[in-house]
């Protein structure tokens, strides 16, 4: 079946440490998303992809970095810029054109240790 | 630039009783709006959708939404709750920026279900 895989489903980061969270869809959509969601808060972009090579920043990208080397991959470090990283990570995608709804992996939570 | 407001944090329901979840949105084009649906520790799952035509969609699990553009709302109905519906809900609403497709969501209304 076709899917959004996000891992791991827990990380834990240290201190001053970059962690990366992977993102990998067989759904041959060509643009992806990552979101972050803090409890009351909903949603929040952080960086997303229409096609390879290509990403662009969101709404509270700081302290986040992408790539988008493969069409079925979009993976976002979590660098140490990033001063309250602890929340709720969700990646999406879909076809990327204007109104297509889009399709969210399970997520990974990120605490810091 | 595009918004979402669900004014309900929580909403309770009998069990059996019917719901409505609200959602006002703003967009200055015509809106391309979503209903999600988040379990606890788990992704959204959409719920339905409006690109245009009836003013009134349904979806998956009974659920139906009405679009009222002199409201801006995008109200969430079931006329009978089961305890499975307890969950986050999630309005959004679809725009263009930069030449790109995004969502911006609501801050979301957790539904609880009593017995």
């Known amino acids: 079946d076709g899917g959004i895989t996000q891992s791991p489903k827990y990380l834990f980061r240290k201190e001053g440490q970059n962690v990366t969270l992977s993102c990998e869809q067989n759904l041959n959509h060509d643009a992806m998303y990552w979101y972050r969601q803090d409890p009351g808060q909903g949603l929040r972009l952080i960086y997303y992809?229409?096609?390879?090579?290509?990403?662009q920043k969101g709404d509270i990208a700081e302290g986040y970095s992408v790539s988008r080397e493969k069409k079925e991959s979009f993976p976002l470090t979590v660098t140490s810029a990033q001063k309250n990283p602890t929340a709720f990570y969700l990646c999406?995608?879909?076809?990327?054109?204007?109104?297509?709804?889009?399709?969210f992996g399970d997520g990974t939570r990120l605490s810091i240790l | 630039a595009q918004s979402v407001t669900q004014p309900d944090i929580h909403i309770t329901v009998s069990e059996g009783a019917s719901l409505e979840l609200r959602c006002n949105y703003s967009y200055g084009a015509t809106p391309y709006l979503f209903w999600y649906v988040q379990s606890p520790g788990q992704g959204l799952q959409l719920l339905l959708k409006?690109?245009?035509?009836?003013?009134l969609v349904q979806g998956i699990k009974g659920f139906e939404a009405e679009i009222k553009r002199s409201q801006s709302s995008f109200n969430l109905r079931k006329p009978s709750v089961h305890w499975s519906d307890a969950a986050e809900y999630f309005c959004a609403v679809g725009a263009l920026n930069s030449g790109y497709s995004t969502l911006t969501f609501g801050k979301g209304t957790m539904l609880l279900v009593s017995p």
């Open positions: 992809s229409q096609i390879v090579n290509d990403f």
């Open positions: 409006y690109f245009s035509g009836d003013t």
């Open positions: 999406a995608s879909n076809t990327g054109g204007l109104g297509q709804p889009q399709h």
